[in-house]
């Protein structure tokens, strides 16, 4: 079945390290993003890339960054720069129609 | 992208039907009405869109009015499983020029469907 996985669904790390989140779409589409949500807010963008090796930053990219070397990998690593690192993470794609996400990663930072 | 205004919170009633209401009455001529729905910890999940026309599908009904400023989205016999934030958002088709592609996301409306 095609979709988008990430991993894990819950992430602990300790204040101060750097953190990489997993996206992975067998969707076979171009456009990838990563939004953050805090508890009762709406979805914030972070980072999207509409085609392999490219990406831009969205509306809150400080203290996060992106890779997209495979058009199927879109990780994000949220750095110790980040201040307030603990939100619930969700990538998702663009299908020509509609935008599609995954389950989400819930990060904690103690 | 237009700006939308949700109520923050809605009920329901188990079978019946829920009406969920959206202004936006900045639209352009060329933005689409697109509602998604959240359930508690997962990820959003489409629901539909239009232009300007009623749509409808197998999840949702969507009532846009005639000047596009407003529009509602009809759940015909809600479930338990309705209960979720729903989100309103309006923007341009991914097709055009210079178009991320990306949402903007408000704080949505939150129903609760009840037994």
Redesign the interface.
């Known amino acids: 079945d095609g979709g988008?996985t990430q991993s894990p669904k819950y992430l602990f790390r300790k204040e101060g390290q750097n953190v990489t989140l997993s996206c992975e779409q067998n969707l076979n589409h171009d456009?990838m993003?990563w939004?953050r949500q805090d508890p009762?807010?709406?979805?914030?963008?972070i980072y999207?890339s509409?085609i392999v090796n490219d990406f831009?930053k969205?509306d809150i990219a400080e203290g996060y960054s992106v890779s997209r070397e495979k058009k199927e990998s879109f990780p994000l690593t949220v750095t110790s720069a980040q201040k307030n690192p603990t939100a619930?993470y969700?990538c998702?794609t663009?299908t020509?129609?509609?935008?599609?996400?995954?389950?989400?990663t819930?990060l904690t930072v103690t | 992208d237009a700006k939308t205004t949700q109520p923050p919170s809605m009920d329901c009633a188990e079978g019946r039907a829920a009406n969920l209401p959206c202004n936006h009455s900045t639209i352009s001529g060329n933005e689409y009405v697109y509602w998604y729905r959240q359930i508690h910890s997962q990820g959003p999940q489409y629901i539909i869109h239009g232009l300007k026309n009623n749509e409808t599908n197998e999840m949702a009904s969507l009532i846009i009015t005639e000047d596009r400023k407003s529009s509602t989205l009809i759940l015909p016999h809600a479930t338990l499983r309705d209960t979720a934030v729903y989100y309103c958002i309006v923007r341009v088709a991914h097709a055009h020029s210079g178009n991320t592609g990306k949402l903007i996301f408000g704080q949505g409306t939150t129903l609760q469907v009840k037994p």
């Open positions: 988008i456009a993003y939004y009762g807010q709406g979805l914030r963008l999207y509409q831009q969205g619930f969700l998702a663009w020509g129609h509609e935008q599609y996400f995954g389950p989400g819930r």
